[in-house]
């Protein structure tokens, strides 16, 4: 930038994106001087390196905005932890469960694990019940991205929130639709006594 520039000529485009031309950097750097600007390497590689005239703060400035504005657009997915044991009474499901399906409506992804202690390694079929029972209890409010499996002594399933939010609310305004006009009604014809002559 500005007298970094060690080439011997430049490629100069303005700060209105015009084509200057080709010259030395000090006469480009003279150029910005004149219009309170910088003088910019932004193509170091090319014959010969290409320099533009800006405002090199106000530059860097919008890039923070911009980078800030997209930060601020980017939603963080955390994953979150609920512990169950194979013995889990139904009381403490519940409350477990509950806590699964706040994070699920907050939009964090929800790791649920069995941990199986010495014996309880033999009893694995009650953890992949507790689960399967999880997955069906959140049906409405998560997806399954990870069906239960196995990792050493540890069970573990993947739940991550439903995209399709207020996809079942489409259904009934469907079935609302106005019924057709009703036909004008048509006097009734005459009986065939009435009809012989």
Known sequence: MNERIRAREVRVIGDEGEQIGVMPPFEALKMARERNLDLVE?????????CRIMDYGKFLY?????EREAKKKQKVITVKEVKFRINVDDHDYETKKNHVLRFLDEGDKVKATIFFRGREMTRQSLGRQILERLIKDIDQRGLVEFRPRQEGNTLHLILAPNKKEGGGKEKP??????????KPATPP???GGAQTA
């Open 62 to 66: 919008q890039n923070e905005k911009r």
């Open 42 to 50: 932004i193509s170091p590689t090319a014959q010969p390196p290409v």
């Open 173 to 182: 305004a469907a079935a609302a639709k106005p019924a057709p006009p009703a």
């Open 189 to 191: 014809a005459p009986r």
